[in-house]
């Protein structure tokens, strides 16, 4: 977050990558989502509040779920649970610090991750040059999460559904997204056709 004429903007911690799906399967795309809207919740009592919200509770942890209408919801533990919101942005207000219930506290990944999202069929293939976990759809179906490394940076990927596509979704600490999202995309180039 930064200050322009006296007012909080949200700036992405990552130049130059937008947020647009490509029209081919075939062809590997990353988008930034670094400003799209998320949140999250920790504690003994998280699971009882995402409930209370109409929210999947049941996850196991390493695992996303589609909440419908109010975006995805990914289990990293028992205990911590993002909220993740692709096609709204983010709100630049600094949620309130309290509990918002008994055992239920804010968790705020909006400002300490990165968010960059993989299209294209080949992104499993692709991503084996850069992590050690098998991502292809037999071993890492749809609604797995993999806390590991990519390119020698912690990496948060989510195997999920957006707009009637598979994709990944990476999160990574924001001090490190410049430097991921350049290892992402010399892999892409190598992929793709000439001229993508």
Known sequence: MSQADGENIL????????????????????????????????????????ASR?????????????????GLVMALSQREFWLLQPDADANVQQPASNALAPGAWPLYCQHSHAWLMLIGE???????????????????????????????????????????????????????AEYAAGALTDAISEFNPPGV
């Open 122 to 176: 080949p992104k499993a293939a692709m991503m084996a040059k850069l992590c050690g976990v098998d991502l292809r759809e037999c071993a890492f179906p749809i609604g797995q999460v993999a806390q590991t490394q990519m390119a020698h940076v912690s990496v948060v990927i989510a195997h999920h559904d957006y707009q009637d596509e598979a994709v990944f979704s990476l999160f990574v600490d924001q001090s490190l």
């Open 54 to 70: 109409g929210l999947p509770s049941d996850i196991a942890p390493n695992h996303i779920s589609d909440a419908s209408d109010q």
């Open 11 to 50: 700036c992405s911690p990552i130049s130059g990558i937008g947020r647009r799906l490509t029209d081919a399967s075939n062809v590997l795309g990353l988008m930034d989502f670094s400003l799209a809207a998320r949140s999250g919740v920790r504690g003994h009592g998280a699971r009882e509040w995402l």
